[in-house]
Every structure is written in C-alpha cells, then in structure tokens.
Antibody, heavy 120, light 110 residues
Framework: QLQLQESGPGLVKPSETLSLTCTVS??????????WGWIRQPPGKGLEWIGS???????YYNPSLKSRVTISVDTSKNQFSLKLSSVTAADTAVYYC????????????WGQGTLVTVSS | QSALTQPASVSGSPGQSITISCTGT?????????VSWYQQHPGKAPKLMIY???NRPSGVSNRFSGSKSGNTASLTISGLQAEDEADYYC??????????FGTGTKVTVL
C-alpha cells in the first residue's frame, strides 16, 4: 500500500520561502509510470495544482505560480520537495502531495495534507 | 489558467440521482479525455472517483458515473446516500501540459 506523507514548517513568515517534503513509502518514486505532484487548498476554497515532477527531474508547473515554485526529487530518499518563494497570506493553505498518472492527469494516491500558515 | 466551472451546490434526497456539471474549453475538457472527478469529505484528502471521463477506480461504487459532451463533463451519483455528502471537484489535463481543477460543488443529502 503506497503512502505519502507531507512534512515541513506549519508557519512561514511573509516574504520567506515555504519548504515542504513528501516522503513516499510502500513503493518507489523511481517508477516509470508515475509523476509526483503538489496540490494546495486554501481554507474553505478549492483545489489548485501547483506542479509535478518525474523521477528523472522533468517538471511541469502551474503558470500562475511558476516564477515562485521549484519542485525537486531525491530518489535516494524516496522523497520529492516543494519550495515556494516570496510567500504572502494568500499562500496559506493545506498542501497535498500526490502520485499522478498518466503524466500528471490523475491523483491516484494522496497524502493527508499539511496546513501551512503564512503570518508574521 | 482558469478554473473549470462547477455549480456551487447540488442537493438531493436519499435514493435520488443528481448530476454535477463541469464546464471548460476546447483546450482542456473538450480537447482531452483526461477528465477526472474527486470526492472530498471535510478535513480529508481528495479521493479519485472517476478517471478518463467515465472509468471508475477499483473499489468505487458503480453508483458514480461520468460522461462528457463537448466542453462539459458530468458526474452522476445515483441512489444518493448520506455518505455521498461531500465536496466534488473535476479536473482536466490541458493543452499547455498543465492540470486544472474545477471550482468545486458541495453535495447535500436532504
């Protein structure tokens, strides 16, 4: 049973960089069949795709966030990570990591999500 | 990219059928069969209910079905049950190699 677990600070100051890691267990992040993505959900609002990465490092990003987002993968640790720079209160959200296939089309497995609050 | 358009809320009585629409453009919903639907209960992660417009993952009740016509996809829940009360989101792959979600629909079982 594949499991994904998000980890990282729950509080980030405005203008700083939000950093989260997703640890994959019960399967290999190097599987050729899957992409690995980040999706967020502001409190009381809808889902927003942030971006996705393949184990080789190939990435896709949401154009509206692309200038501030970096997604990376560490196959040795079976982890992938999200960095979102210059955060504001609008970036306060529950951040989910997910396994996606084919390409980035579907989130077939999701982490439980982690709330990140941007506040001074 | 703009979110796909869904009704804010849909309600029905137990046993009834309801349909949720998801309207996009020819660059997303209308251009690809990579349309999916997610169910999300409060405080929980989304769960994939439909993929490839109309396919159900293993373990998803056959009371859930999907379809598409032009730029609009639809999710139908038949034999509505109390446990179906949740938020539902559609999503679509796009011509820009991105993923877009719908605005979300709250389903209420009366």
């Amino acid at each position: 049973q594949l499991q994904l677990q998000e980890s990282g600070p729950g509080l980030v100051k405005p203008s700083e960089t939000l950093s989260l890691t997703c640890t994959v267990s019960g399967g290999s992040i190097s599987s050729s069949s899957y992409y690995w993505g980040w999706i967020r959900q502001p409190p009381g609002k809808g889902l927003e795709w942030i971006g996705s990465i393949y184990y080789s490092g190939s990435t896709y990003y949401n154009p509206s966030l692309k200038s501030r987002v970096t997604i990376s993968v560490d196959t040795s640790k079976n982890q992938f990570s999200l960095k979102l720079s210059s955060v504001t209160a609008a970036d306060t959200a529950v951040y989910y990591c997910a396994r996606q296939t084919p390409l980035i089309a579907y989130g077939v497995d999701w982490g439980q999500g982690t709330l990140v609050t941007v506040s001074s | 990219q703009s979110a796909l358009t869904q009704p804010a809320s849909v309600s029905g009585s137990p046993g009834q059928s309801i349909t949720i629409s998801c309207t996009g453009t020819s660059s997303d919903v209308g251009g690809y069969n990579y349309v999916s639907w997610y169910q999300q209960h409060p405080g929980k992660a989304p769960k994939l209910m439909i993929y490839d417009v109309s396919n159900r993952p293993s373990g998803v009740s056959n009371r859930f079905s999907g379809s598409k016509s032009g730029n609009t996809a639809s999710l139908t829940i038949s034999g509505l049950q109390a446990e179906d009360e949740a938020d539902y989101y559609c999503s679509s792959y796009t011509s820009s190699s991105t993923l877009v979600f719908g605005t979300g629909t709250k389903v209420t079982v009366l």
